[in-house]
């Protein structure tokens, strides 16, 4: 029988998982804040503002291979306090995030066209789209590196580093915003719509990769040093790219997924895009606390591994869920209760506030399945366990959810709220078969041998 934490160990858990809420708290705050703005401005323009960020976070899952392999191996070396182990998986990461950050920008600005018209938009949206991705393309290296700086002060616990960071890149992309959206004619500063949303965003990124870069020479002393063998050809980054990839490429599928979900939704007309873009944004604040507590719980995990303490990993997923559970279902109630106030704030379309109204209902029942998603999934890909999870998402989702949200949307006329529901069934599924894993304890022998092979590396 798995024994609960003591209090020491949950107030440890507590006090790495704080800074994750502020840092996701404000994250949600200034975004919901920046769709607000775009909503005032322009529905039209919030909806192509809305489809390019999809776009643009699809394509930073491929920075992630690199970040997330990072921050798992980087926690089990913090775990057992390798300092060389954790400046050469700093070094490698660091050239393989520049390389394919560069790889990401020429594809966009080759196939930026392509990609936009595959959602088959009303001209305008598509325009608007187009010009606020090519705005922040220039600028992917800044996320590709700053992914693998915050994975590093993550796996070292520095969350509240982490969160300093973000809280100063969220108020000036707030600030930004506000000011180049609308413009300040008494300052001489015009309205720029859509390049003034990427404008601030721009501002934001530079602003969260300095203070990142001082977090990290200064808490932890390490610093990019080229490699001085052949990094392709490195043990370390073999195991970067073991456990990064499969974990990437779950997000990277589920990326994909949502969007011809996306695209299924934007055939029933603009107005249920637009409800889609305002949704998303307002559920952050449903899971967004079970979301810092599956970060808390996956470093903790992390770490725990790497002291060889499998007793208290089970024991702190298992209180992770529990409050994570929680923490999800009251503001997923609160927000189905007051959406058809919400949505006025953000529309006064009939269509699309009948549309909120009827999603925040349905999405009640997909944040019960979202929390084991959320909690156990990163903790099994903390473990090293990191093909399962890729291998349930792609059979769940592709074979047996996206029929269903056929047969809902379409065949049965659900429209919107049958894709929902095949969402929640999905999240349902997905959760219930992770929860299994988790407790069938398989993911031990995983780290156990991702163990090994990081102590039989020597490289540098």
Sequence with gaps: ??????????????????????????????????????????????????????????????????????????????????????????????????????????????????IFSFYQLDADVQAYAEEYGLWLAPFFVLNAIFLVFNQTLYANGKTLQAFYALFLCDITILLGSAIFIFGVPWLGIPSLGVFGAAFGIILGRFVYFFSLALFIHKELKLRFVFPKKNPFKQTITGLIFKVGAPATLENLSYSLFMILITRLIASYGTEAIIAKAYFDSLAMFTFFIASAFANSGAIRVGQLLGEENYIEAQSTIRYSVKIAFLSTMIPSALLAFGMSVIATWYTSNPQVIEYLIYIAMADVLLELGRVFNLVVNRA??????????????????????????????????LGVIGIWIALALDEAIRGLNLWLRWRGLRWQRKAKKLFHSMANHHEE
């Design 1 to 114: 029988m798995v024994p609960n934490l003591t209090r020491i160990q949950s107030t440890r858990f507590l006090k790495l998982s704080l800074p994750l809420i502020l840092e996701v708290t404000f994250v949600i705050i200034v975004s919901n804040l920046v769709v607000w703005m775009l909503s005032n401005y322009s529905d039209r323009v919030a909806a192509g503002v809305a489809i390019a960020g999809q776009v643009n976070n699809t394509i930073f899952l491929f920075f992630a291979i690199v970040s997330m392999g990072t921050g798992i191996l980087m926690a089990q070396s913090a775990g057992n306090k390798n300092k060389t182990k954790m400046q050469s998986i700093f070094s490698n990461a660091l050239f393989f995030a520049l390389l394919f950050s560069l790889v990401g920008t020429v594809l966009f600005f080759l196939f930026y066209r392509d």
């Design 380 to 413: 099994i890909k903390a473990s090293g366990d990191v093909r399962y999870p890729l291998l349930s998402i792609i059979f769940i989702q592709w074979i047996i959810v996206l029929p269903l949200a056929l047969f809902f949307g379409d065949f049965l006329g």
